[in-house]
């Protein structure tokens, strides 16, 4: 007889009565995954690891607080997005207050980039995050809880996203 593995919601349940094998299972079952997202989210590996572990904090924090989720998945996601949009915010003050004292040139544009990432790179950030959340395996009804947006938002969204990825890589 083989056994089902447990739902991540049973194993957030677990977690949260003190079971830390329950948050091993889960940090298992989402690195790769959250990894993903993070990377693509900030294009930095040192701060993604940041964030990314950052996240994984968050859910032991979460003993605490004991707060109930309808998706353990929708909800780490969700956690490392909101971490991701601080990132950048954080970024992009450094380097206004950088630019007030020198202007620094642009970077170059990496030409040795696969054009797949390089196309999904050039789309507007709310299309470009839709993709990465379902190339990340979420569910339409999961993005649609990270972002705050109906689901129809996101299929529409996630079609916008396609069509100009196809008109870029033509």
Known sequence: MTAFPASDEALYARMLAGDLAAFDQL???YERPLYGFVVAQLSDVHEAEDVFHEAFLAVLHARGRGIELRSFKAWLFQVARHLCLNRVRSRKRAERALTRDVSAPAAPADLDAARLPAAVSRLPAVLGEVYHLRASGLTYDQVAEILDIPVGTVKSR?????????????
């Open 27 to 29: 940090y298992a079952r």
């Open 158 to 170: 996630l079609h916008e996203t396609i069509a100009r990825l196809r008109k870029d890589m033509t």
